[in-house]
T-cell receptor, first 116, second 111 residues
Framework: DSGVTQTPKHLITATGQRVTLRCSPR?????VYWYQQSLDQGLQFLIQ???????AKGNILERFSAQQFPDLHSELNLSSLELGDSALYFC???????????????FGPGTRLTVL | DAKTTQPPSMDCAEGRAANLPCNHS???????VYWYRQIHSQGPQYIIH???NNETNEMASLIITEDRKSSTLILPHATLRDTAVYYC????????????FGSGTKLNVKP
């Protein structure tokens, strides 16, 4: 158990709909990352938040957005869903310890999104 | 970030050491080598990381060559539960944000 929690575990919805995925980082971790893993693409970095602010963007579609709240949990919003958005969505969290030159990301169990 | 090259699959007998190679010939001095694994469709699990020196923890050992262009992850006594996709990732000290997950190596541990 990494200490990162994600809800829901499974989500089935229809094309054109909007969904929200939730992530709670490990206690004390300030950074939250979102990744998408589809069958033919492998793990793709989407976006990172650090202490409530967006820090970096990867291959995130304009239909997708995220935010990190004051309690450090994060939500990934996916709208106008298409069949191709069906994938596993992982959240990871990390903290850079004082004096350390790197940090380690710990991943949650993921949310499996199926768009019909 | 430097990219990595890993064999697509490897077999290992249960109880034997599994040695998983990774080439990162374009690695630069400030880039770390990280290893993660993913069992079936679970979240990737952190294994170990290093910069220049060899590292060991309760899960595995990481051997990095002197020129840092390649590394080997060693699972000393593989079990069936070690069957997974293993990812070697190179990450910049100055670009903490992104992990580039390549295709990884599917390790099959056989009884």
């Amino acid at each position: 158990d990494s200490g990162v929690t994600q809800t829901p575990k499974h989500l089935i919805t229809a094309t054109g709909q909007r969904v929200t995925l939730r992530c709670s980082p490990r206690s004390g971790d300030l950074s939250v990352y979102w990744y998408q893993q589809s069958l033919d693409q492998g793990l793709q970095f989407l976006i990172q938040y650090y202490n409530g602010e967006e820090r970096a963007k990867g291959n995130i579609l304009e239909r997708f957005s995220a935010q990190q709240f004051p309690d450090l949990h994060s939500e990934l919003n996916l709208s106008s869903l298409e069949l191709g958005d069906s994938a596993l969505y992982f959240c990871a969290s990390s903290v850079r310890k004082a004096g350390a030159s790197t940090d380690t990301q710990y991943f949650g169990p993921g949310t499996r999104l199926t768009v019909l | 970030d430097a990219k990595t090259t890993q064999p697509p699959s490897m077999d290992c007998a249960e109880g034997r050491a599994a040695n998983l190679p990774c080439n990162h010939s374009t690695i630069s001095g400030n880039e770390y080598v990280y290893w993660y694994r993913q069992i079936h469709s679970q979240g990737p699990q952190y294994i170990i990381h290093g910069l220049k020196n060899n590292e060991t923890n309760e899960m595995a050992s990481l051997i990095i060559t002197e020129d840092r262009k390649s590394s080997t992850l060693i699972l000393p006594h593989a079990t069936l539960r070690d069957t997974a996709v293993y990812y070697c990732i190179v990450r910049s000290l100055y670009n903490f944000n992104k992990f580039y997950f390549g295709s990884g190596t599917k390790l099959n541990v056989k009884p």
